[in-house]
Nanobody
Framework: QVHMVESGGGLVPAGGSLRLSCAASGRTFSSYVMGWFRQAPGKDRNFVAAISWNGAVTDYARSVTGRFTISRDNAKNTVYLQMNDLKPEDTAVYSC??????????????????WGQGTQVTVSS
């Protein structure tokens, strides 16, 4: 069982930056693949980024590649999402998720077992 709490969301102008954090409980955090997803009002939950248990492998949605960076600090049980050059279309609730490694980095929300409650990111134009 993993309990996660996101923080770092807020209101930012277009072109600005935010860093989201996801703090997890449990001694097995370092064994999990971690992901970030986002959901805008009236839209599906979409994959943003994922990172392997040791941080060596990452994957990004095309829409955020080159602007967002996922990282993790297993000593602090925390995964981060650095978001730069934010655009109004990045506005959404961002949630972190965890799953046991099954090969590769999953992009489907159904492949993740544990979820945080989400944090709102709003980018003004």
């Amino acid at each position: 069982q993993v309990h996660m709490v996101e923080s770092g969301g807020g209101l930012v102008p277009a072109g600005g930056s935010l860093r989201l954090s996801c703090a997890a409980s449990g001694r097995t955090f370092s064994s999990y693949v971690m992901g970030w997803f986002r959901q805008a009002p009236g839209k599906d939950r979409n994959f943003v980024a994922a990172i392997s248990w040791n941080g060596a492998v990452t994957d990004y949605a095309r829409s955020v590649t080159g602007r967002f960076t996922i990282s993790r600090d297993n000593a602090k049980n925390t995964v981060y999402l650095q978001m730069n050059d934010l655009k109004p279309e990045d506005t959404a609730v961002y949630s972190c998720a965890a799953t046991s490694p099954r090969g590769g980095l999953p992009r489907l929300h159904a492949q993740y077992d544990y979820w945080g409650q989400g944090t709102q990111v709003t980018v003004s134009s």
